[in-house]
């Protein structure tokens, strides 16, 4: 069940938070595999607020932190976040990961490719590669700026990038689609 709206659902469809003893006081479960108190929500801004002002996460945050529901749904995009990065690093350290408009478009050209990513400021270049990457089937999607995405791989810009698994990929893409959730207002 939802601890925001209350919607009784799978929970495939819910994202497990982690009370914890020390900061962060919520910690987002992604595997499902933290021991200790849990509640679980939809990846929703309306539901974690709900859920951090009246529903069984402010019950279990009495007394352990400040409940201030922006800034539980801030922790929970900033824990998605890093765990993309943990993601496109996984993929980097298997050689599954291109980086930069050649390599991206060397992948393409092979017909390999499960996801890719460009930066919102992205432009040209990376509006082509999307295409050439969507008639191939690879899933696109648009995340960061060329600045974030390059400090995430030590260069000073980086517009494009290729995930080359597609279980890391579909991973990428379930944390993306819930800070997309969670970033919009409602
Ligand atoms: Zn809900």
Do not use: Y
Not at 38 to 59: D, F, I, N, Q, Y
Request: hydrophobic share 45%.
């Amino acid at each position: 069940m939802c601890a925001g709206c209350g919607e009784r659902t799978g929970a495939e469809d819910l994202v497990r938070l982690v009370i914890g003893p020390a900061a962060p006081f919520v910690a987002v479960d992604l595997g499902r595999k933290l021991g200790g108190r849990g509640v679980s929500v939809h990846p929703k801004r309306a539901c974690v607020r709900s859920a951090a002002v009246r529903g069984g996460l402010a019950k279990a945050l009495r007394g352990v932190a400040e409940v201030e529901p922006e800034s539980v749904v801030r922790m929970i995009v900033a824990q998605l976040e890093q765990r993309v990065l943990g993601l496109l690093s996984a993929a980097g350290r298997k050689r599954s990961l291109a980086l930069g408009g050649e390599a991206v478009r060397a992948a393409l050209q092979g017909n390999d490719g499960d996801l890719l990513i460009r930066a919102k400021d992205s432009r040209g270049r990376g509006d082509e590669l999307a295409r050439a990457a969507t008639a191939l089937g690879c899933a696109t999607v648009t995340w960061g700026t060329k600045a974030s995405l390059g400090d995430a791989f030590t260069r000073s810009e980086l517009g494009v990038l290729l995930v080359l698994d597609r279980g890391i990929a579909r991973a990428v893409l379930d944390c993306l689609s819930h800070i997309e959730a969670l970033s919009e207002d409602g």
